[in-house]
């Protein structure tokens, strides 16, 4: 039978093996959806967060002016991603369809 734990920060009792990260030859304090959240929100007063996407007006700029000089370049790509994973849209917008319906 499952060991089960309980999270320290939402305080949830849940099974160990499947909901704790494993680390350092043990199971974190705090489950696996509590841990991704308080990661995200890190990651959102991160200054590099920011720069990555592109909450910077010189950042959108340059972005901007970047694609205008290299189309080819992304269209190149974009082409060889599709050759190589055709199914890849289709079921990106497929599993956002149910989400929207379901949420």
Known sequence: MDEMKICSQCNEAKIKRL???????????ECKVCTIKKNGQHQR?????????????????????????????????????????PQY???YYRKRKETKNNG
């Open 19 to 29: 909901d704790f990260y494993f680390c350092v030859n043990q199971y974190r304090s």
């Open 45 to 85: 007063k991160v200054k590099t967060w920011k720069k990555r996407n592109g909450e910077d007006d010189a950042l959108k700029i340059y972005r901007r002016d970047y694609y205008a000089k290299n189309k080819e370049k992304f269209a190149k790509y974009r082409e060889e991603f599709n050759e190589r994973f």
């Open 89 to 91: 849209y289709k079921d």
